[in-house]
């Protein structure tokens, strides 16, 4: 392994998941639900195979029937209006849309800054990509029960050699939904020092209680220096199916799009069909699946309350952090370990998403998007630990 990448092995997720299979703990590690998306959808896909629609490669962009219903849903819900010819790309999932973009916009020596924690891949491909990370604490607030970014810090983590800024809202793992005004700030800083952004919205629909999930291209000056990602995984509970998209100005796709091509050429045609007719399903299903997934986040939160966690409620995404203090636990990281064998659940231990581990060792993330008994299961045995 090269020098780039040897600090990031396996990742946590297979590491946890496999463990979670050798204990058969139940799994709240890795992000992935445990009931597939709708129904209609799968047919979709299973049409698309019989009547041999994708079994051949598709157009290197993307099939137009999925690029078309992108650039309507960015339209229909946040009348942000992209070509579906020149600014949508489709991608093997958000993975390969962050690793492309940071590929074809880093120069090596770049500075790139990532809000920490932060989503696993963004390090490593950053590093692929030969810049360097200039990590901003989204910090736990006492009063707010919220991780909240310092602004002064962000701006202060600026310099000449600041090439972007990779954003993520709803943020994984905290769950902090970024605020209209913090948007806006980040967006007059971009804006300010020239700077590109990728922004990775993948938990678009997953937003709680007052929280609203604003795209960062809708502030001013945005719509041109800004990559926005999204992915059919977390909307439609397909993650298997590694359907992501980018949208952007022309210029930026196609730098984005060059990249891609040399990673996966295209990404599979008959789900790329199926997703179509997924971004057009009508408004009750958003409706309905951030429903359901509000009442198993707060189904989980009172189970980790019960069982002495001190819980931050997400606003979004599918995760909730933890603090373990209030178990007598300092070390995230040996209480995932143990915790397969202690109690009978997995976890994830925040740590590893910090380049400072010691400011993430007393977090743990728990994932929601599971079965109700699951969930009540896993509060019941957690709360044995007491
Ligand atoms: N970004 C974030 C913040 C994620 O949590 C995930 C994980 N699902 C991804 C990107 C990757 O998405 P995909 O499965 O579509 O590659
Ligand atoms: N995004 C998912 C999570 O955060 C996992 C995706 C992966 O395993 N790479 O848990």
Partial sequence: LNRRLAEFGTTIFAEMSALALSTGAINLGQGFPDTDGPEEVREAAVRALRDGRGNQYPPGPGV???????AAHQQRRYGLSFDPDTEVLVTAGATEAIAASLLALVEPGDEVIALEPYYDSY?????????RRVPVTLRAQEDEARFRLDLDELRDAVTDR????????????????????????IAELAVERDLLVVTDEVYEHLVFDEAEHVPLATFPGMRERTVTISSSGKTFSFTGWKVGWVTAAPELVTAVRSAKQYLTYVSAGPFQYAIAEALALPESYFTAFRDDMLLKRNLLAAGLEEAGFRVFRPSGTYFITTDIRPLGETDGFAFCRALPERAGVVAIPHAVFYDHREEGAPFVRFAFCKRTDLLREAGERLAELR
């Fill in 64 to 70: 137009p029937e999925l690029r078309t219903a992108v």
């Fill in 123 to 131: 390090a490593a491909c950053i590093a692929m990509a030969g810049g």
């Fill in 162 to 185: 600041t090439r972007l800024l990779l954003i993520n809202t709803p943020h994984n793992p905290t769950g902090t939904v970024l605020t209209r005004e913090e948007l806006a700030a």
